[in-house]
């Protein structure tokens, strides 16, 4: 068997004759993901508290529980790069109950501004981040970690998005295909 978090080892496995497209380099990935996390803090910003907390359709999601996701994804990327292992139960971790959206906003800010002080040393250091670390799913190559966590929070930055658009507001200044260009993202926003 092998844990789909890897497209290229889901290809591997099963001896598919198809290749992904090339993932984009290092630099252009942190810019994707800083320009992300940006774009849910300001999202989050948008719900009212009422909002932030209904389950939205008939997912085990709110707004602010997405939200949430998408800066602790990139901060568990960033404990990997730093070498703390990335443990899958990591990603069960939701918002203190009390917490506001300027509360889960200001945590993705917070987060974003670690990520660019690490990649403003890293980028000095080791721009192509040619390292190997550990992960639930192996250890792997940083670069796939990088693009994984960029792609996963892009992802759920667009449903955030969709969130947004079902109450009936205009997302401020929305994500559009240009911006997530190059990451494998999937075309459905949230399957049906």
Same mark, same amino acid.
């Given at each position: 068997?092998? @844990?789909?978090?890897?497209?290229?080892?889901?290809?591997?496995?099963?001896?598919?004759?198809?290749?992904?497209?090339?993932?984009?380099?290092?630099?252009?990935?942190?810019?994707?993901?800083?320009?992300?996390?940006?774009? *849910?803090?300001?999202?989050?910003?948008?719900?009212?508290?009422?909002?932030?907390?209904?389950?939205?359709?008939?997912?085990?999601?709110?707004?602010?529980?997405?939200?949430?996701?998408?800066?602790? +994804?990139?901060?568990?990327?960033?404990?990997? *790069?730093?070498? =703390?292992?990335?443990?899958?139960?990591?990603?069960? +971790?939701?918002?203190?109950?009390?917490?506001?959206?300027?509360?889960?906003?200001?945590?993705?800010?917070?987060?974003?501004?670690?990520?660019?002080?690490?990649?403003?040393?890293?980028?000095?250091?080791?721009? *192509?981040?040619?390292? =190997?670390?550990?992960?639930?799913?192996?250890?792997?190559?940083? %670069?796939?970690?990088?693009?994984?966590?960029?792609?996963? #929070?892009?992802? %759920?930055?667009?449903?955030?998005?969709?969130?947004?658009?079902?109450?009936?507001?205009?997302?401020?200044?929305?994500?559009?295909? #240009?911006?997530? #260009?190059? @990451?494998?993202?999937?075309?459905?926003?949230?399957?049906?």
């Amino acid at each position: 068997y092998t @844990l789909c978090q890897s497209f290229n080892d889901v290809i591997k496995f099963l001896d598919l004759k198809t290749k992904l497209m090339d993932p984009l380099p290092p630099a252009q990935l942190v810019a994707k993901l800083d320009m992300v996390l940006e774009a *849910a803090a300001r999202y989050t910003r948008q719900f009212t508290e009422t909002q932030l907390r209904e389950v939205f359709r008939n997912r085990n999601r709110t707004p602010g529980g997405t939200a949430f996701h998408v800066f602790r +994804v990139a901060e568990m990327g960033l404990q990997a *790069a730093q070498g =703390t292992e990335l443990k899958f139960e990591g990603f069960n +971790v939701v918002p203190l109950e009390h917490w506001t959206a300027g509360d889960i906003a200001g945590l993705g800010l917070q987060v974003r501004d670690r990520i660019r002080a690490w990649w403003k040393d890293q980028e000095q250091k080791d721009p *192509a981040v040619d390292f =190997t670390v550990p992960t639930y799913y192996g250890q792997r190559p940083m %670069h796939d970690v990088l693009e994984r966590t960029t792609w996963h #929070a892009a992802q %759920h930055t667009r449903q955030v998005m969709l969130m947004l658009e079902s109450h009936g507001t205009a997302p401020d200044r929305p994500l559009t295909a #240009a911006d997530l #260009a190059g @990451l494998p993202v999937p075309d459905e926003v949230w399957d049906r």
